[in-house]
């Protein structure tokens, strides 16, 4: 499980708040974030987070795949989007600047340049947040977490039961998918797209008929257990609050009203330095 | 047969973990250059027809949520929704399909497929793009294309590979009725 949520247990400050304060930071700072398009506070969010980062001794090697991989995918969007709508920036904005043009209707505008800087920073501002609370919350406490900020129980509980069973599907899928590679299915990109579609169903039957009869074995276990019988269950990895999670909290929370009062004194999402 | 809701909340946590190892491992190539086909769809229409819209949602929410942790780009909230909205329709919509009883023949066959194109539609063509629009202000052309190739190829995999799931589930359950009394 560490392995693909990449969880670093090195202790720090960052390590030490609860997982549901840790949860609820995160909700309420990808709120702010995804809320308001206001460049000056989008700017700032990136500086808190590498701030934060440097708290957490969460080192960037440690993440520098996941920070490639998201920094494709980046750029992939928004390449995407000038190349459908290159004028997206100047219907925000309401202004023209242009600045040269690369032929037909791709004109490269100020106004675009700027909506485009946005996106970079609102990538900025939450992906070494998210990367943050990934690389220092211990799974198991993910469970407990979503139980104290009010998701039910068993809810919570299924999101448990899944990473919990993750790294045991993952193995039982390359057993599967080996057995059936010596037997002669074809995956690669030699063989046509449907032929592959069907040889995908050939892993998958086995794979999810042999998780039926899991989900049997431990629906049964659980309700040998009396699971689901009080209304509440305590969490062997759950915590208390101390005073550095109340002030986490509060903090986050104050940058999510101040997204909200941003919002409302610019008119609109939009910051727009060209009026 | 009545499931216990102990059984639900076990299908929703399994499930979720399947639709991740699909989703994150098991990438068939396509045609299409950096792009792979999801097959995890066709497993969360074939547990949402079996389990009900709870766990369609469910499975749906947690197991795209997690996809999204683990490549570290924060949680897309537009897809991760669309994923549930997909999971809930076909669950609620397929609830007359005994795959227990080990009924899935040429009927079942068809209103699973008819189930699962309205579901995907609904999903990728409307709910993705608009709230990709309201939250992340993208432009529209862009976003309903993305639904739209998006949708079709959730369709075909589904098509496929969701019915596989189903017939072959189907067909390992004793069918109702199979048992006679000897006189």
């Not at chain 2, 992340?136 to 590979?161: D, H, M, R, S």
Request: charge should be positive; charged fraction near 15%; aromatic fraction near 12%.
């Amino acid at each position: 499980m560490n392995s693909v949520f990449c969880y670093i247990d090195r202790p720090s400050p960052i390590h030490d708040l609860t997982g549901a304060t840790k949860l609820t930071c995160l909700l309420l700072w990808s709120f702010a974030a995804m809320m308001t398009y206001d460049t000056r506070f989008l700017a700032f969010l990136p500086v808190f987070s590498f701030l934060l980062f440097a708290f957490s001794k969460i080192r960037l090697k440690d993440v520098s795949f996941m920070i490639g991989f998201t920094m494709v995918f980046m750029i992939l969007n928004n390449l995407l989007i000038f190349l459908f709508s290159p004028q997206h920036g100047v219907s925000l904005y309401g202004t023209c600047h242009e600045l040269f043009s690369l032929g037909g209707r791709y004109v490269v505008t100020l106004e675009q340049l700027f909506y485009h800087l946005n996106l970079v920073l609102k990538y900025l501002s939450t992906i070494p947040i998210v990367l943050l609370f990934i690389c220092t919350t211990n799974p198991s406490e993910f469970a407990a977490s979503l139980n104290r900020i009010g998701v039910k129980y068993t809810v919570a509980y299924s999101v448990s039961l899944a990473l919990r069973y993750i790294p045991d599907i993952q193995r039982e899928y390359h057993e599967i998918s080996q057995a059936q590679q010596a037997r002669g299915i074809e995956m690669s990109k030699k063989e046509t797209l449907f032929k592959r579609l069907k040889s995908a169903s050939a892993i998958l039957i086995p794979l999810i008929l042999s998780s039926m009869d899991r989900i049997e074995t431990i629906s049964n276990a659980m309700q040998l257990r009396g699971f689901g019988k009080n209304k509440k269950r305590t969490w062997y990895m759950g915590r208390p609050f101390r005073t550095a999670d109340i002030l986490s909290i509060i903090v986050c929370a104050l940058l999510l009203a101040t997204a909200v009062f941003l919002n409302i004194r610019n008119g609109s999402r939009f910051w727009n330095p060209f009026s | 047969m009545k499931k216990s809701p102990v059984t639900t909340i076990v299908a929703i946590g399994i499930g979720a973990a399947l639709f991740f190892v699909l989703g994150r491992f098991v990438a068939i190539p396509s045609p299409v250059p950096n792009t792979n086909i999801s097959t995890q769809y066709g497993l969360l229409a074939f547990m949402a027809a079996l389990f009900g819209p709870v766990a369609g949602i469910l499975i749906g929410l947690i197991g795209h949520a997690l996809i999204d942790f683990s490549y570290g780009w924060g949680i897309w909230w537009s897809w991760v929704i669309a994923s549930a909205v997909f999971g809930g329709l076909v669950g609620f919509l397929c609830g007359k399909l005994k795959l227990d009883d080990g009924e899935f023949g040429t009927k079942g066959i068809i209103s699973f497929n008819i189930f699962q194109v309205i579901g995907h539609i609904i999903a990728w063509g409307v709910i993705a793009p608009v709230l990709d629009i309201l939250m992340y202000a993208e432009p529209a052309n862009k976003v309903f294309l993305q639904g739209l190739v998006g949708g079709i190829a959730n369709i075909v995999t589904t098509a496929i590979i969701g019915t596989i799931l189903c017939y072959a589930y189907a067909a390992s359950r004793p069918k109702k009725g199979s048992l006679s009394k000897e006189a």
